[in-house]
């Protein structure tokens, strides 16, 4: 396998590659079409998922075991011609299982006191993070840096990971046996949170029939280079996002943080996480601009799990109330012409 940190960054005076928007939307169709293939029903999931990768962030998927979380991160990574790592987050996990340990360097007494970094499984363009709230928080923290900086420290060196770098984690929900919740640091940093939810009776009875995660899944091919994914990213950065849509989505984030109900509203990380997504969805619909759609059609997907309700809320189901709360803010908030 090719070493992904050759990848940490273009080569020196290389020009980015151009994508019209319509040559974008169709890199973001066949992406979503060869998901979907083993991911059946979930067309609107598989959709944000990629528009996640077009944006630049990580996905969370939460949901309860067997709706096909761990299928669909592992058929998004097949789709992509890229270096990919499964860690399964266990509770006797460790940050250096992650991210890599410095160990002795062999040789003579000459090399006696050195070390030399071997790095962890964290160092591949998409990482599954399986199951990550099984973890201890110590563990989980070692996300951190590689989610929000795209490198990993360890005893005081920083190493690059490489580019593209995606994080796809799957979490169940909390109150099942042996969970941590993530910290909202940690929650902060996923652009996206995804729940896939019970197929219909339709398409379990098609499930059942045809097993696409065993007999599709492994016959999966890549239908996108790494450069075709930083070509997509690199022409996200150019979909308008007007004066309008700017006031429009901080007025949202504003009512976040102050409304009654929650004790912590969408931080500036989130409102730029919900322009990014709304450029992602522009561009897979071959538009070169945003509408007011793109923000509030992805702001509950965006900002749901940023939100923490107040102490009265939270008994009642906290992420349920947030994303109730949001509904509203939203339902209230004047749509610009």
């Given at each position: 396998m090719?070493?992904?940190?050759?990848?940490v960054a273009?080569?020196?005076g290389?020009?980015?590659?151009?994508?019209?928007?319509?040559?974008?939307?169709?890199?973001?169709?066949?992406l979503?079409?060869?998901?979907e293939?083993?991911?059946?029903?979930?067309?609107?999931?598989?959709?944000?998922?990629?528009?996640?990768?077009?944006?630049?962030?990580?996905?969370?998927?939460?949901?309860v075991?067997?709706?096909?979380?761990?299928?669909?991160?592992?058929?998004l990574?097949?789709s992509?011609?890229?270096?990919?790592?499964?860690?399964?987050?266990?509770?006797?996990?460790?940050p250096?299982?992650?991210?890599?340990?410095?160990?002795?360097?062999?040789?003579?007494?000459?090399s006696?006191?050195r070390?030399?970094?071997?790095?962890?499984?964290?160092?591949?363009?998409?990482?599954?993070?399986?199951?990550?709230n099984?973890?201890?928080?110590?563990?989980?923290?070692?996300?951190?840096?590689?989610?929000?900086?795209?490198?990993?420290t360890?005893?005081?060196v920083?190493?690059?990971?490489?580019?593209?770098?995606?994080v796809?984690?799957?979490?169940?929900?909390?109150?099942?046996?042996?969970?941590?919740?993530?910290?909202?640091?940690?929650?902060?940093?996923f652009l996206?949170?995804?729940?896939?939810?019970?197929?219909?009776?339709?398409?379990e009875?098609?499930?059942?029939?045809?097993?696409?995660?065993?007999?599709e899944l492994?016959?999966?091919e890549?239908?996108?280079?790494?450069?075709?994914?930083?070509?997509?990213?690199?022409?996200?950065?150019?979909?308008?996002?007007?004066?309008?849509?700017?006031?429009?989505?901080?007025?949202?984030?504003?009512?976040?943080?102050?409304?009654?109900?929650?004790?912590?509203?969408?931080?500036?990380?989130?409102?730029?996480?919900?322009?990014?997504?709304?450029?992602?969805?522009?561009?897979?619909?071959?538009?070169?601009?945003?509408?007011?759609?793109d923000v509030?059609?992805?702001?509950?997907?965006?900002?749901?799990?940023?939100?923490?309700?107040?102490?009265?809320?939270a008994?009642?189901?906290?992420?349920?109330?947030?994303?109730?709360?949001?509904?509203?803010?939203?339902?209230?908030?004047?749509?610009?012409?």
């Amino acid at each position: 396998m090719q070493d992904p940190r050759a990848h940490v960054a273009p080569a020196l005076g290389a020009a980015p590659r151009r994508l019209a928007p319509v040559e974008a939307a169709e890199f973001a169709t066949r992406l979503r079409s060869n998901v979907e293939r083993a991911v059946r029903g979930k067309s609107e999931v598989v959709r944000r998922a990629v528009e996640t990768v077009i944006a630049g962030g990580h996905l969370l998927l939460e949901d309860v075991p067997g709706v096909g979380k761990t299928t669909l991160a592992h058929a998004l990574a097949r789709s992509l011609r890229a270096s990919f790592r499964r860690i399964q987050f266990t509770s006797d996990l460790l940050p250096g299982d992650v991210v890599g340990v410095g160990l002795p360097a062999p040789g003579d007494g000459h090399s006696a006191g050195r070390f030399v970094f071997q790095p962890g499984p964290i160092f591949a363009h998409v990482v599954l993070a399986d199951e990550v709230n099984r973890a201890s928080p110590k563990t989980q923290s070692a996300l951190l840096e590689a989610m929000g900086e795209g490198s990993v420290t360890v005893d005081g060196v920083s190493h690059p990971l490489p580019r593209p770098f995606l994080v796809i984690a799957t979490q169940n929900p909390m109150e099942q046996f042996g969970t941590h919740p993530l910290p909202e640091s940690q929650l902060d940093r996923f652009l996206m949170r995804l729940r896939l939810g019970y197929p219909s009776p339709a398409d379990e009875a098609a499930v059942l029939r045809e097993d696409p995660a065993t007999n599709e899944l492994p016959r999966l091919e890549p239908v996108l280079t790494i450069d075709d994914v930083l070509a997509l990213r690199d022409a996200c950065d150019g979909v308008k996002f007007d004066d309008a849509l700017v006031e429009y989505l901080l007025r949202i984030v504003a009512e976040t943080r102050e409304h009654e109900g929650l004790r912590l509203g969408v931080s500036p990380r989130g409102a730029v996480s919900l322009r990014r997504a709304a450029q992602a969805r522009a561009l897979g619909e071959a538009r070169d601009y945003c509408i007011p759609d793109d923000v509030r059609d992805l702001a509950l997907d965006v900002l749901g799990h940023r939100l923490c309700v107040a102490a009265h809320g939270a008994a009642t189901g906290g992420s349920e109330q947030a994303e109730w709360i949001l509904r509203e803010i939203l339902d209230r908030t004047p749509v610009p012409l």
